[in-house]
């Protein structure tokens, strides 16, 4: 577990390196590329070596998810988050971004409201419009530097029944939030009373930074299962994106059901056998890996946080609870955000999120992907100050 190993990955069609992807994004293919959140390290070594002995067996052919699989699954969320995860509520897909978007289709109708809560992971209102379903915002708030999800909003915007579904992002990407056990508890109770759907995306609930703690939403009430999918997957904890394999967790057996039959008809449900063997490495006793990452990334949010306090250019860090992503208040500034975006991607040479990609509430924000070295980290901060230095002297 070498964390300050730096990896090069030019060798690979990395997508957040590909010159195309940085000029097409940010109008500089010389960017250092920071928005995807994918991590610079590599997988525990236990899945490597798991992938390398499945790789010189030489034969990949179908197969199916081993009992060692749900095992390991199960037992992780069990021993970390006391979630007792039912392997008969566990439906497989490729992704993420795909069984939210299954879901979507199967809860609600055309032109139906799905509530996010903005500024969030800028796909959800992709998947929302391909869809052909109308996006409602439950802005969060910020107050004293911290991110407040807004519940008379939210049960006013559950009250409308033409809205259906309720996007939750836990822990929230890009803020870094980790809702708390009673947050968790006043949404289920607004969506329960209004009958609104809740997709619960969990695939950052690994990041968590103590003393926080990840709740799962499907544990915090019998009444809220019913009427919920969470969506897992090990790919951004172990850093294995590239493998594409994702879960959804539907506790009502009717939803289970129709999820179950649409992944049949459009044959989503094959299993890739790389992905299942570096799953079920990762998920098995693991938990030092991930725990040493932890710290790791703790290290790379005190290093951003001092820098910026300490040098002094106009930018703060929103404190994450947890994941392995920085959201930069950059309002300090006065930049408008195409300004933000020009002098990120032009003057700092860096590529970063752009708050508004997450919703207008995210204008004047940035969001870094910290999942690096510490030494890459510290190389990015000091373009940004210098870059900011040059603006100042002008
Ligand atoms: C909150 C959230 N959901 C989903 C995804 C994408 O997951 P997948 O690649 O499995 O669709 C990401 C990736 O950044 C994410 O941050």
Redesign the pocket.
């Known amino acids: 577990m070498n964390f300050d190993e730096k990896v090069d990955r030019s060798n690979y069609p990395t997508l957040k390196l590909s010159k195309v992807f940085l000029s097409d994004h940010f109008g500089n293919a010389d960017a250092f590329p920071m928005s995807?959140?994918?991590m610079d390290f590599k997988a525990p070594p236990s899945v490597i070596e798991a992938l390398q002995k499945r790789a010189a067996h030489g034969i990949y052919g179908y197969e199916y998810k081993p009992e060692t699989y749900f095992a390991a699954l199960t037992a992780w969320y069990q021993n970390r988050y006391g979630w007792e995860i039912d392997k008969q509520q566990i439906e497989t897909c490729?992704?993420?971004?795909?069984a939210?978007s299954i879901l979507i289709n199967q809860h609600s109708d055309e032109g139906d409201g799905v509530i996010l809560q903005s500024p969030v992971?800028f796909?959800?209102r992709m998947v929302i419009k391909s869809n052909v379903r109308r996006l409602v915002k439950n802005p969060l708030k910020l107050i004293d530097g911290r991110y407040q999800i807004d519940f008379d909003d939210l049960a006013a915007k559950a009250a409308q029944p033409e809205n259906k579904i309720l996007i939750l992002?836990n822990p929230h990407?890009p803020i870094g939030r980790v809702w708390t056990k009673a947050e968790l508890g006043e949404v289920a109770a607004i969506c329960e009373h209004h009958g609104v759907f809740v997709i619960a995306?969990e695939?950052?609930s690994d990041f968590v930074f103590p003393p926080h703690r990840y709740t799962p939403y499907l544990t915090i009430s019998q009444d809220a299962t019913q009427r919920t999918a969470a969506?897992i997957?090990p790919?951004?904890t172990f850093n294995i994106?590239g493998m594409?394999d994702?879960m959804a967790i539907i506790p009502n057996e009717t939803h289970r059901r129709r999820f179950h039959e649409f992944a049949h008809r459009y044959q989503i449900n094959k299993v890739n056998v790389f992905a299942s063997v570096a799953a079920e490495a990762a998920y098995t006793n693991r938990a030092d890996w991930l725990d040493a990452l932890l710290v790791y990334l703790q290290g790379n949010v005190e290093l951003v946080r001092n820098f910026l306090r300490e040098n002094r250019i106009g930018v703060s860090l929103v404190e994450p609870d947890g994941t392995f992503l920085a959201w930069l208040d950059f309002r300090e500034l006065g930049f408008d955000a195409k300004e933000l975006e020009r002098f990120l991607a032009l003057e700092a040479k860096l590529a970063l999120s752009q708050g508004y990609w997450y919703g207008r509430e995210g204008a004047g924000f940035a969001r870094m992907t910290i999942g690096y070295t510490r030494a890459t980290v510290h190389m990015a901060l000091e373009k940004l100050a210098s870059a900011v230095q040059k603006i100042s002297a002008t």
Do not use: G, R, Y
């Open positions: 995807v959140a994918d490729p992704s993420i971004l795909n939210i992971f796909e959800f992002c990407n995306d695939v950052h969506c997957s790919a951004k994106a594409v994702a």
